[in-house]
């Protein structure tokens, strides 16, 4: 089965710092991958997704993730961070089902 | 444009309850979904449907009856509410596999 994990619960940046949250994934081939991001009391909402192809991915709110078959990740990344990019965030994998299977996410704080 | 519409907000139930989650989505998408989100738990597959009178189990079916009469509606039924089902539920629909889940705002259910 596949599965994704998350291995940061918290990450504290302060505001304009980079950031960068990671995914692993562990599955025998490529799976589809996507990140989400849920702000407090809504729904998620689609950051960016990788099927094939180039391996770093540009998505909306000035987010980006890397594709690294050789380790198995799907990290995010931003330049600098802003106030309003606190939130919860989850990777997502999914492969034969196209069923996205949802890691448990990291908490982002961001200090001003 | 409503996107995915999700009632009721918030709802505490006893023990042995019954009640219906209603989702309704206004994009024409054939594929619905309804997750669960534990506390750092990610949010797990309950039941999706991939086009009207079509439903099939997810990772966490036991306690949940889904229908789809139409395209528009796809409702969660919980007959005997237990305690475990305590949890914020999510449904979120797709136009077609891999395409983007566009996700309600939940409901919060409080299981007494």
């Known amino acids: 089965a596949q599965s994704v994990t998350q291995p940061d619960i918290h990450i504290t940046v302060s505001e304009g710092a980079s950031l960068e949250l990671r995914c692993n994934y562990s599955y025998g081939a490529t799976p589809y991958l996507f990140w989400y991001v849920q702000s407090p009391g809504q729904g998620l909402q689609l950051l960016l997704k990788?099927?094939?192809?180039?391996?770093l991915v540009q998505g909306i709110k000035g987010f980006e993730a890397e594709f690294k078959r050789s380790q198995s990740s799907f990290n995010l990344r931003k330049p600098s961070v802003h106030w309003s990019d606190a939130a919860e965030y989850f990777c997502a994998v999914a492969r034969g089902s196209y069923i996205p299977t949802f890691g448990r996410g990291t908490s982002l704080i961001v200090h001003p | 444009n409503a996107g995915v519409t999700q009632t009721p907000k918030f709802r505490i139930l006893k023990i042995g309850q019954s009640m219906t989650l209603q989702c309704t989505q206004d994009?024409?998408?054939?594929?619905m979904y309804w997750y669960r989100q534990d506390p750092g738990m990610g949010l797990k597959l309950i039941y999706y449907s991939v086009g009207a009178g079509i439903t099939d189990k997810g990772e966490v079916p036991n306690g949940y009856n889904v229908s789809r009469s139409t395209t528009e509606d796809f409702p969660l039924r919980l007959e005997l509410a237990a305690p475990s089902q305590t949890s914020v539920y999510f449904c979120?629909?797709?136009?077609?596999?891999?395409?983007?889940?566009?996700f309600g705002p939940g409901t919060r259910l409080l299981v007494l």
């Open positions: 979120a629909s797709t136009q077609g596999a891999l395409e983007t889940q566009y």
């Open positions: 990788y099927f094939s192809g180039d391996t």
């Open positions: 994009m024409n998408h054939n594929y």
